[in-house]
């Protein structure tokens, strides 16, 4: 029985470790297509609109 627990515990850290390591890989891929679009057009960045002013900013390395 002991086993059966460690086995299933190994069995949910691998998924949570998967999903976590998807979830950073599509950020990080976002992130790299979007610095190539901003080289092939010569942006110096993105613009988003802030909802609350209604002005658009350049887009936080973070976003």
Known sequence: MPQLL???A????GV???RAFVKEAKR?????RRAEKEQE???MGTLVKDEKTGEYR???PDE
């Open 6 to 8: 460690f086995f299933a």
């Open 10 to 13: 190994v069995a949910a850290v």
């Open 16 to 18: 949570l470790g998967y």
């Open 28 to 32: 990080v891929s976002e992130r790299v």
């Open 41 to 43: 057009t010569g942006a």
């Open 58 to 60: 350049v887009m936080r």
